[in-house]
Structures are given as C-alpha cells and as structure tokens.
C-alpha cells in the first residue's frame, strides 16, 4: 500500500520555531509537496522538494532526505494566522498526489 | 484574476439523483484533478486530467465521471450518487501536478 504519516496535532506559541515531520512509503516518488489549510478553505500550496535538501521561501522551508522516505516542513516566527492544517503530499507518477492526513498547527499567544 | 471556481459550493441531494459539480480555470492550465475531503482522511484524488481528452483514475474513483472537452473546464459527474460520496470536494489545476490552484470546494450532502 501507500502511506502518508505525519502527527495530526502540533501546539507552539507564537514566535516559536516548529517543524511538522513527513514520512512516506509510496511505490513511486518524484517529489514531497506541503500544502496549507484554513479551516475547510481552498488548500494553497506552501513548497515542493524533487531533491534532498533544504528549500527556503520566506519564513517556511522545507526538507527532503529520499533515502529516509523523510521530509519536514519548518515554520518560523511563528504567527497567529499559522494556525492552520498542513499537507504533505508525495508525486507519485503521472498526474497522482497523495496526501497524508494532515497536520492541524495551533499558535498560542 | 487567476482562479479556480467551482459551482455548485453547496449541495443537498437524494441518494440516487445524477448530478454535475462544475469546475473552471482561467489560467490555461493543463493539468486538473479532483479530490474528497472527509474528516481524519486528508485529501484524497478521485481523477486528473493531464490535458484535453486525457483523463486518469486516481485513488478513489468509484461511483464518479469526468470529461475533459475543453482545457478550462473539468466536471465531476455523480451518476447516481450514494450517502457515502458525502463529503467535501476540491476541483484543482496547476501547471504541473505537484502545484495545484484549488477551488473553494463544494460541500455535498447526499440523503
């Protein structure tokens, strides 16, 4: 089968750093997507690793280690308006995403 | 304005009553999909679209249709819809499939 696990509850305080893991068992791999959600809303997509490393985009990064079946999203300066369920998502082939479970962040002042 | 809409964005129905939920992108994407929502279970995909006339199953695509006739529209079709398709659904389109644009969802109750 394909698995997505990542913890479905992170708490930190604003100003904070936190890091929301990802593994993945998939029968293919091209790339770990990280997608944001407020509330039921639209999901919007945060970042995407293809390659091991760390990618970089303002106050989020993400990391990917393919031969860990690993990756982490990192949020800094923690916000209020963090607060917010969040994706992982492997491409698998084709036009396939799939998601893990989510992530539901809550930022405490 | 770049979108995805999607219509319509609430649904109540009976078991059994085909109908269409709609999805268009203004931002000549060739790629769409739609995925289910439910609680504790993330987003699941039930097809994609990677071009005109191009259209795949993804990971839950029982009891649902697609087309893809035009590239800016991607229907999902319920032909006859049962209690468990309740859920929330996203249409999707993006330049690629790791980047996707969603809609603001539709929320569908099936009685």
């Known amino acids: 089968g394909q698995s997505l696990e990542q913890p479905s509850e992170v708490t930190a305080v604003e100003g904070a750093i936190v890091q929301i893991n990802c593994t993945y068992q998939?029968?293919?791999?091209?790339?770990l997507s990280w997608y944001q959600q407020h509330d039921g809303g639209a999901p919007t997509f945060l970042s995407y690793n293809a390659l091991d490393g760390l990618e970089e985009t303002g106050r989020f990064s993400s990391f990917l280690s393919r031969s860990d079946s690993y990756g982490y999203l990192l949020l800094q300066e923690l916000q209020m308006k963090d607060s917010a369920s969040y994706f992982c998502?492997?491409?698998?082939?084709?036009?396939?995403?799939?998601f893990g479970q989510g992530t539901e962040l809550s930022v405490k002042p | 304005e770049a979108q995805v809409t999607q219509n319509p964005r609430y649904l109540i129905t009976v078991t059994g009553k085909k109908l269409t939920v709609t999805c268009s992108q203004n931002m000549n994407h060739e790629y769409m999909s739609w995925y289910r929502q439910d609680p504790g279970l993330g987003l699941r995909q039930i097809y994609y679209s990677m071009n005109v006339e191009v259209t795949d199953k993804g990971d839950v695509p029982e009891g649902y249709k697609v087309s893809r006739k035009e590239k800016r529209n991607f229907p999902l079709i319920l032909e006859s819809p049962s209690p468990n398709q309740t859920s929330l659904y996203f249409c999707a389109s993006g330049s690629s499939s790791y980047e996707q644009y969603f809609g603001p969802g539709t929320r569908l109750t099936v009685t």
């Open positions: 998939t029968s293919g791999f091209y790339g």
């Open positions: 998502a492997v491409k698998t082939g084709g036009g396939k995403l799939i």
